[in-house]
């Protein structure tokens, strides 16, 4: 079980108190407490792991360590140890206590959610002339404290969507490493799986139907993830006895979630095209190139039992590949 969105609390650590102390040592004199330690800080950090958040589904409350309270003989309390919290790249981090969220965009980055509270000063912090003796000390400050939404946005270059059972698991598995669960009844997708063609990221989003924007089916659970896509691959089954109807129908669906989703790239895959003649497929594509009235539409026909046409889904995905390449470069030199 995947967890995408999951709510918890955390607390920084607590600073320590000052102590009231005095030399100890013959013949010397004055005020000897030391200061109590700054409490734990909470970070997060991104990491390729998409399951991370379901280390929170039994434990929804995490607090860092308190800083140890001052000693005498000028010792410093230790400071509570900081706490670092590894979620998956993608994830938005909702502040429900003042409204401010912040991404993990990549691996490896770090950033600080909860500060800890600073230590109390002891006794020798307030020696002076006047008071050479002094008992005041300071308790330590409280750490932050925050309710957190966890939510998790797929971060891919390519999003494999269309109606549940056209075989986007299995060609996700076909061009890359991944194990995505394959079998021939509806919704056997129940989470997002990511797979790595060379240098771009696929993603095999759970299918969704008519009504999934109003929480039908698998609802609006993983339309979140299209979102972080950078193009789609729409999947049209060549079973299908109204492909054009299915098209409309998931278009009908992201638009109604996000009209930002309908202006992304897109490029139109026919699965299943071994349950067809050769003849049956061309007239499939006609049919719907005429009635999508789509510019410049191209539709790949596509079975993962038909060597040549995997080899032309490798060849478009080279092409993308190395226009993502140039994109990175290009942005690289600007910074």
């Known amino acids: 079980m995947l967890i995408d969105d999951i709510n918890i609390r955390i607390e920084a650590g607590n600073g320590g108190r000052g102590a009231v102390a005095f030399d100890k040592n013959k013949f010397a004199l004055g005020p000897a407490g030391g200061s109590g330690g700054r409490g734990g800080g909470i970070y997060f950090e991104g990491i390729s792991d998409l399951s991370a958040?379901?280390?929170?589904?039994f434990k929804k409350e995490i607090k860092a360590r308190n800083g140890d309270d001052g000693k005498?003989?000028?010792c410093d309390g230790p400071d509570g140890e900081d706490l670092t919290l590894k979620v998956p790249v993608g994830t938005v981090i909702h502040n429900l206590d003042n409204q401010r969220e912040v991404e993990l965009t990549?691996?490896?980055e770090r950033i600080r959610i909860a500060r800890g509270g600073d230590g109390g000063r002891g006794n020798f912090h307030f020696r002076?002339?006047?008071n050479t003796s002094p008992k005041e000390f300071e308790y330590g400050?409280?750490?932050q404290n925050f309710n957190l939404r966890l939510e998790l946005k797929l971060i891919a270059d390519i999003g494999f969507v269309g109606l549940p059972n056209i075989g986007k698991s299995s060609l996700l598995n076909e061009l890359t490493n991944a194990k995505s669960k394959v079998a021939n009844y509806r919704f056997t997708t129940l989470e997002p799986n990511l797979g790595v063609y060379y240098?771009?990221?696929l993603a095999d989003i759970p299918g969704l139907i008519e009504g999934a924007s109003s929480g039908k089916g698998l609802g609006i659970k993983f339309l979140r993830h299209v979102e972080r896509t950078k193009i789609l691959f729409h999947f049209l089954s060549a079973e299908s006895k109204s492909p054009v109807k299915d098209y409309k129908t998931i278009r009908k669906e992201l638009g109604k979630y996000n009209k930002e989703l309908l202006n992304k790239p897109e490029y139109l895959i026919l699965s299943k095209t071994d349950v067809l003649k050769p003849k049956e497929i061309k007239e499939k594509i006609v049919d719907l190139t005429t009635k999508l009235k789509i510019p410049k539409v191209k539709i790949t026909p596509v079975s993962i039992y038909d060597f040549d046409s995997i080899e032309?889904?490798?060849?478009?995905?080279n092409v993308l590949a190395k226009k993502k390449s140039v994109s990175d470069k290009k942005q690289t030199r600007r910074r």
């Open 199 to 201: 240098d771009l990221i």
């Open 128 to 130: 002076s002339s006047k």
């Open 53 to 57: 958040l379901n280390q929170f589904r």
């Open 312 to 317: 032309k889904i490798k060849k478009l995905l």
């Open 106 to 108: 990549k691996i490896g």
């Open 141 to 143: 400050m409280p750490g």
């Open 72 to 74: 005498g003989q000028y």
